[in-house]
């Protein structure tokens, strides 16, 4: 497998993908192409014979100066538990600590146990929300009207 | 009327709004909270008698260390025509210059003939496309299968 930066023809390739790696649901619309031109220092492809089978975009935080940001993460479904999604937060984590970057951020969806499993594997910290589901902390309309998100971060030493 | 930064909550008083202010479309998809989060530098917000009349979301290129964009902007329908599109226009094109970026872009739907002509009146150039639509250059699929945008850029001397 090999980790690359992002470049924007990915977009291309992959924004047709990504509904499909999540199973129907419309994800592509939260992944508009700015992303694969202004953020591609940050953000990575892993490629397996040339294949496209994972994505991280991220971005440093341009605000908040010690603190960078995971917006999507995805690997195609027939290669996944092979730590292609480790690798990519590796990649990431290594590029924010260059940055000066001591804490990582990134929210998902409740229902989305696995992602919140995934990210607990990872270090990630679930932050206080205001109210519980199944008792995990959950920020209500947090990303939106009915947009319910866990919130995580992780501190990088 | 008053310019000033973006912050955090304003997301909740303005993701509500949105749709409103498109005439029902469906916009605030576009605008997830991290921009009102990490971005909040380049991001402004126009208050008269503190409601909040209009908005521009933008940042610094991360990657073009040049250019800087413009992902979203909007005014509240009762107070177009009142010059608040221009005054956070040109908030946003000082701040560009004080971080030393000399090209901004942005991307509009063809079918918003409005915005067009609003992005030419304020200096944007359309780049060229791959096909045209009345006569203007348009990138097809550029934000996703069927998802024309047509493409502007201006230079800042």
Chains 1, 2 share one sequence.
């Not at 492809?45 to 089978?53: H, L, T, W």
């Not at 960078?68 to 730590?83: E, L, M, S, T």
């Not at 480790?86 to 229902?111: G, M, W």
Request: charged residues 20%.
């Amino acid at each position: 497998m090999k980790i690359r930066f992002v470049k924007s023809s990915d977009y291309y390739i992959l924004s047709p993908l990504i509904n499909k790696w999540w199973g129907g649901r419309n994800m592509s619309d939260m992944l508009p192409k700015l992303f694969f031109d202004h953020f591609t220092n940050t953000s990575f492809i892993a490629e397996i014979s040339g294949e496209i089978v994972g994505f991280l975009i991220g971005f440093l935080s341009q605000s908040k100066h010690n603190e960078a940001y995971i917006h999507f993460v995805g690997v195609h479904p027939k290669f996944r538990k092979q730590k292609i999604g480790k690798e990519l937060y590796y990649h990431f984590f290594k590029v924010a600590q260059q940055n000066d970057r001591h804490i990582i951020r990134c929210v998902t969806s409740p229902v989305n146990k696995t992602s919140i499993a995934y990210h607990m594997k990872m270090g990630f910290v679930i932050q206080t929300g205001n109210k519980k589901i199944d008792g995990i902390e959950v920020t209500a309309n947090y990303d939106g009207q009915d947009q319910d998100r866990v919130l995580f971060a992780k501190k990088l030493i």
